[in-house]
């Protein structure tokens, strides 16, 4: 079926395609599955919010997020609307790219996911600790890859701050300073209404931050938690397929002499081949360096 074709094809891009591609695939396909719910609810007229939303984002609040410990991982790669994964989407590819030019696939699920991780825990932690956000605390939710990314983003600009990249209307400018402008940018903007998402890029810039100045000393944090994933992932990888065999009724003394006699009589066929040639074989004896030939 054509169906199942572009899904086998999907998945094959996926596998083949570098760790930068890959967390872009699976920020979009979250994003189809959130719209996808969305479109049921409308057409079924159902009220109330989003469900998969429910038990994705990660809450401010402790209670709720004592139900839901998994949404401090799966709130990074949940996005609602087109223009938050269309700029997430492509701050992740310019600087992930260049992030790709000097430190490898593996660092950057690992940049990604522990920023993601440090910015929910800012944002939990700030909105448990300060009075202002004492009345929304129950209410309060955060979503996005945004922590991640500039986690990438600020990484980037320490490890190559001198790195140039051409912007529109600006023209050449240096790593270090979008980054340092991202950091201002969320710092002015604490108070518009959206303090828990700054905050949580926060958190993920301080980690970008960290980690590259530990990286330049020569230690990667990131060692033991990309070894954690890799014990993850293996639960989900196939089993390979061992081929035993087994000997029926046959001691070992028994097995030994049979593959002596057996090589003694390839060692006949073999001689009578060197002398006379292959077609001088009887069929009995074509078949036995067959089945050798097979079993080697």
Do not use: C
């Amino acid at each position: 079926m054509q169906g199942t074709g572009i899904i086998d094809e999907l998945k094959s891009t996926f596998k083949s395609g570098s760790m930068l591609s890959r967390l872009i695939y699976i920020n979009l396909g979250v994003f189809l599955l959130v719209k996808l719910v969305d479109i049921v609810y409308f057409l079924f007229g159902i009220e109330g919010s989003n469900v998969f939303l429910d038990y994705t984002m990660v809450p401010a609040e402790l209670s709720q997020l004592i139900r839901k410990p998994w949404t401090i991982f799966t709130y990074m790669f949940l996005h609602q609307g087109f223009m938050h994964i269309l700029f997430n989407m492509l701050w992740l590819y310019w600087l992930g790219k260049i992030f790709l030019e000097y430190l490898t696939g593996k660092q950057l699920l690992n940049v990604y996911l522990l920023g993601g991780l440090v910015g929910a825990a800012f944002y939990i932690l700030a909105f448990n600790l300060f009075p202002a956000f004492n009345e929304v605390i129950p209410f309060s939710y955060a979503l996005g890859a945004s922590a991640s990314v500039l986690a990438i983003v600020v990484a980037t600009a320490v490890y190559v701050p001198n790195y140039t990249v051409y912007l529109m209307f600006l023209g050449p400018v240096k790593l270090k300073y979008i980054a340092m402008v991202s950091v201002l940018l969320d710092i002015v903007f604490l108070m518009d209404g959206n303090a828990g998402g700054h905050l949580a890029h926060m958190g993920g810039a301080a980690f970008g931050y960290f980690y590259i100045s530990q990286l330049k000393n020569g230690k990667d944090i990131s060692k033991g938690f990309g070894r954690f994933l890799d014990y993850v992932f293996s639960w989900f990888k196939p089993k390979k397929n061992l081929k035993v065999s087994y000997r029926r009724g046959e001691t070992d003394i028994d097995y030994n002499a049979k593959k002596v006699t057996q090589q003694k009589n390839i060692d006949i066929i073999l001689e009578k081949i060197a002398k006379s040639g292959y077609d001088s074989l009887s069929k009995s004896e074509k078949e036995i360096l067959f089945r050798q030939s097979k079993n080697s």
